[in-house]
Each structure stands twice: as structure tokens, then as C-alpha cells.
Nanobody
């Protein structure tokens, strides 16, 4: 099994930065691709950023391109989402997720961390 635990959320003002971390443990050798999702109240879950477990082929939602960066600390098995120039519209619960296949649904999820951006 694989376990994912997020950290780093909080309350910030618009224009500030936050760094989210997702620590992976267990059978991490099974992971092929990892991602950050977010869900705001009353809205559908949105994939924010994704990359391979090796830290390659990053992809971003249009809403965060140029502001967010996904990366991985291989030594610590930790995925990072650096969020800059935050906007009130970025307010959501952020989840990290993983999957064991190149394509298909993400089926391993963390519990989420709240990010709130005030105007």
C-alpha cells in the first residue's frame, strides 16, 4: 500500500506564497504518476498539477500556469507544490494523489490540506 500525507496549508493574503508538501510512504515503487488536486466549496475537484513519480513531464491547469510549480524531493519521497502570487480563487482544500498506471484514474489519495487566500 501507499500512504500520502499533505502539509503546508494555511491562511495567507492575496499575492503571498505557500509551499505544500506530500510525503509518500509504503510501496512507493508502485507509483507511476502523482498530482495535486483542489476542491473549493460547491465546485468540482480540479487537477492543478501533475508529473511522473520520477519528477518528469510536469503539467499544469491553465488557472495556475506561471504561478505554481510541482517538484519532487527524491531523497525524501516528497512531492512539493510551490504556489506563488496566490489569489482568492485559489482557496480550496488541496489533495495529493497518485496512481500506479500511466493512464487512468488517480486512486491513492491524501486527506487534504486547507489553503485560504484572503483579498
Amino acid at each position: 500500500q501507499v500512504q500520502l500525507v499533505e502539509s503546508g496549508g494555511g491562511l495567507v493574503q492575496a499575492g503571498a506564497s505557500l509551499r505544500l508538501s506530500c510525503a509518500a510512504s509504503g510501496r512507493t515503487s508502485d507509483i507511476v504518476r502523482i498530482a495535486w488536486f483542489r476542491q473549493a466549496p460547491g465546485k468540482e475537484r480540479e487537477r492543478v498539477a501533475a508529473m511522473t513519480w520520477a519528477g518528469e513531464l510536469p503539467a499544469y491547469a491553465d488557472s495556475v500556469k506561471g504561478r505554481f510549480a510541482i517538484s519532487k524531493d527524491n531523497a525524501k519521497n516528497t512531492m512539493v507544490l510551490q504556489m506563488n502570487n496566490l489569489k482568492p480563487g485559489d482557496t480550496a482544500v488541496y489533495f495529493c494523489a497518485a496512481r500506479r498506471s500511466i493512464t487512468g484514474n488517480y486512486n491513492i489519495w491524501g486527506r487534504g490540506t486547507q489553503v485560504t487566500v484572503s483579498s
